[in-house]
């Protein structure tokens, strides 16, 4: 087992005002209410027109599947055209043993990738570098190393070949051009 605690430090709100965007496929924690997405297939349609979701797709792959991934923040300067700031990831890369599919729920009821997203999970996928082999290089000389153990480096390939799926699963009930929109970044 490998414990730590990682900072990072964000200028404070006065200085830095940030934006809070909810995840709209966001867990409800009850055991006698699910959450919208849960029962009804249909909240990518009630979602896609409203901000930020409306500016385009691939936002909804989430590698690491934090089950506690709520909401996410931008400088409320920069509105969406920023870097996303995701708070609180204690969770952020689960349980190496466990693929937790729901994560995928957004994918699965989009059906929606872009091109430039699509091309790279299939460069992870088959090389020359996978992503696991991406993160180790990426990590190796962190302060806190090894950040990620070999079973969550694993886990990441594994999941990219799920992803895969899914968008392959997309395709097969969908027209190509419907679940990969061309977004002209090659």
Same mark, same amino acid.
């Given at each position: 087992m490998l414990e730590a605690s990682l900072m990072s430090f964000l200028p404070p709100e006065k200085m830095a005002n940030r934006q809070t965007w909810r995840n709209p496929w966001k867990r409800s924690y009850s055991k006698h209410r699910k959450a919208y997405w849960e029962v009804y297939d249909d909240l990518c349609e009630k979602v896609k027109d409203r901000t930020p979701y409306d500016t385009g797709v691939g936002f909804w792959i989430l590698w690491t599947c934090n089950l506690d991934r709520h909401h996410y923040e931008t400088f409320?300067?920069?509105?969406?055209?920023?870097?996303? @700031?995701?708070?609180?990831? +204690?969770? +952020?890369? +689960?349980?190496?043993? =466990? %693929?937790?599919?729901?994560?995928? *729920?957004?994918?699965?009821?989009?059906?929606?990738? /872009?091109?430039?997203?699509?091309?790279?999970?299939?460069?992870?996928? /088959?090389?020359?570098q996978r992503l696991s082999a991406v993160m180790r290089a990426a990590l190796l000389h962190d302060a806190a190393a090894p950040v990620l153990l070999q079973p969550h480096l694993? *886990?990441?390939? /594994?999941?990219?070949?799920?992803? =895969?799926?899914?968008? *392959? %699963?997309?395709?097969?009930?969908?027209? @190509?051009?419907?679940?990969?929109? %061309? %977004?002209g970044v090659y």
């Open positions: 409320r300067e920069f509105g969406n055209d920023t870097f996303l @700031i995701h708070l609180d990831n +204690g969770r +952020g890369f +689960g349980k190496s043993a =466990l %693929d937790e599919m729901s994560c995928l *729920a957004p994918m699965m009821q989009c059906c929606s990738i /872009r091109m430039s997203t699509l091309q790279r999970l299939v460069r992870l996928y /088959r090389g020359p694993d *886990a990441l390939d /594994r999941r990219v070949a799920k992803v =895969l799926r899914v968008i *392959a %699963d997309c395709a097969s009930s969908k027209p @190509i051009h419907e679940v990969v929109v %061309d %977004d």
